[in-house]
């Protein structure tokens, strides 16, 4: 198996990804007639497919086999006098296959480990195999992509794509292929038909959401990510410092906040330049109030995909108070378990699905704003402390490791971080910022920015990435 290239190559921050979106922007404005528009649709899907086969080219086949399952699949389950049988089977032919390819590139390295882990338990001998499987790309995001279309189709609420071309640019779109947002076929295809030349209040929007994305990327989250990587590896010593964990925690909880947030920022900024728009992916996660609420706010086209395609075929919370808990759990669970084949991460979706359960006994999952200052700042600030202590475990490399990590912050023994470890702080204001900007607009203490606000916004910075940019590292959810 060939190795994995430097996911840099097909990073946001590259000059091969400058080039190949300078040459599709280019290509709208001169495309942008009726007469034209097929010409510059095609040139969008080649650019896609170039796109997410410059990291491994023979991986480009797993993405064009998931989508050809698929996209048959669809036809067939449109055709006239299938029974509801035959359309069933059609369906599991579908997920099989989208869920074997993930089951055998993201787990069974996962499920091999584990076996070799229980046979030397009981006392078997077991040699796990050498070879490793390279992840292909954003197979997460787009087997789920491409799995809710034909559940879609199946539930009579999306009518199947006669054009390939059209359904492997909506799969393969390269803003959004390797780290989401998780896009519906029903939001993007309607987009299809109505590619024009851009107008200018669109181009300062997609610029504006491009720079806000790249400044939470470069400057907030990689040079976090300096702090964080150089700190954590002393984490899990017995005599760790207490205090620089917590901190530590904090800085980490910042760099994942603009990582991803600011790649979701920078894709739905160039779609806005192609003639697209995608989905809000996060809307100030860190002043939710309740855990229903982060997750409303955190990775919200994940939430919806897992609770419109997992949680309400499990029955949501139709069946009994019992069932909604397990559902919750169980859903939180595989939602952890997508995020990467370790213990670590189920740990981490199982820690949110019970502090979901728990919160729905207690009654505090609605209505929260009708209940007393005290018990809504309580809560809010429960909800938070635990999101905190989750990300421990998120990127742990272990679950000693991270059980290890939060045994030394219960110790409570140390001294406050060195002088270098407070200079992040420079780092996770604009992330305070966001937050507060953001508070501050929802309960009408302040209005949004104007557009002429917004533009001088973006100017600054646009001068804080340039003054500031140096190497950066690949997004975390590249890896997913």
Not at 186 to 211: D, K, N, Y
Not at 332 to 340: D, E, F, K, S
Request: charged residues 15%.
């Amino acid at each position: 198996m060939a190795p994995a290239r430097d996911l840099r190559a097909v990073n946001f921050v590259s000059y091969a990804f400058a080039v190949l979106l300078v040459v599709v922007c280019v290509a709208r404005v001169t495309f942008g007639r009726r007469k034209v528009e097929p010409a510059f649709v095609w040139l969008l899907l080649v650019a896609s497919l170039t796109f997410y086969s410059w990291h491994i080219p023979v991986y480009l086949s797993v993405l064009l086999l998931s989508s050809g399952v698929d996209y048959l699949a669809a036809l067939a389950l449109e055709r006239p006098g299938r029974s509801t049988r035959q359309r069933r089977w059609i369906l599991a032919v579908s997920l099989s296959t989208n869920l074997g390819l993930l089951a055998f590139f993201k787990y069974f390295g996962f499920f091999l480990d584990n076996v070799q882990w229980g046979s030397n338990a009981v006392g078997l001998s077991f040699e796990r195999p050498e070879w490793r499987v390279v992840l292909p790309m954003g197979i997460s995001f787009y087997t789920f992509q491409s799995m809710s279309y034909t559940i879609d189709v199946y539930r009579g609420r999306l009518k199947a794509l006669r054009s390939v071309r059209d359904f492997l640019l909506f799969i393969s779109f390269f803003p959004q292929l390797v780290a989401g947002p998780i896009v519906r076929a029903s939001e993007f295809l309607p987009q299809m038909p109505r590619v024009r030349r851009p107008h200018w209040r669109v181009i300062g929007t997609g610029l504006a959401l491009i720079v806000e994305g790249y400044f939470l990327k470069m400057v907030c989250a990689d040079n976090l990510a300096g702090y964080v990587d150089t700190y954590w590896a002393t984490a899990y010593e017995p005599d760790a410092n207490s205090v620089v964990l917590i901190w530590l925690a904090l800085l980490f909880s910042g760099q994942i906040f603009c990582d991803f947030a600011g790649y979701s920022q920078v894709a739905r900024g160039i779609a806005y330049l192609l003639g697209y728009r995608l989905p809000l992916n996060f809307h100030h996660p860190y002043i939710a109030g309740s855990f229903k609420n982060f997750w409303e706010r955190w990775h919200i086209t994940l939430s919806r995909w897992l609770r419109d395609y997992l949680y309400v075929p499990l029955g949501g919370n139709r069946i009994s108070p019992a069932r909604t808990y397990l559902n919750l759990m169980l859903v939180m669970l595989l939602g952890g378990l997508w995020h990467g084949a370790a213990w670590t991460f189920i740990v981490w979706g199982t820690l949110h699905g019970s502090a979901l359960a728990i919160e729905r006994m207690l009654g505090l999952h609605r209505g929260l704003e009708r209940r007393s200052w005290a018990i809504r700042v309580g809560w809010g600030v429960l909800v938070q402390v635990t999101v905190l202590v989750t990300w421990v475990f998120f990127r742990s490399d272990s679950l000693d490791g991270a059980l290890q990590f939060l045994r030394n912050i219960v110790r409570f023994e140390g001294a406050t971080p060195n002088w270098e470890m407070w200079t992040a702080v420079a780092f996770l204001v604009p992330v305070v910022v966001v937050h507060l900007w953001g508070w501050l607009v929802e309960h009408g203490r302040v209005n949004a920015l104007t557009p002429a606000r917004r533009a001088m916004l973006t100017g600054v910075l646009l001068y804080a990435i340039l003054t500031t940019y140096g190497s950066t590292n690949a997004f975390i959810y590249f890896q997913f």
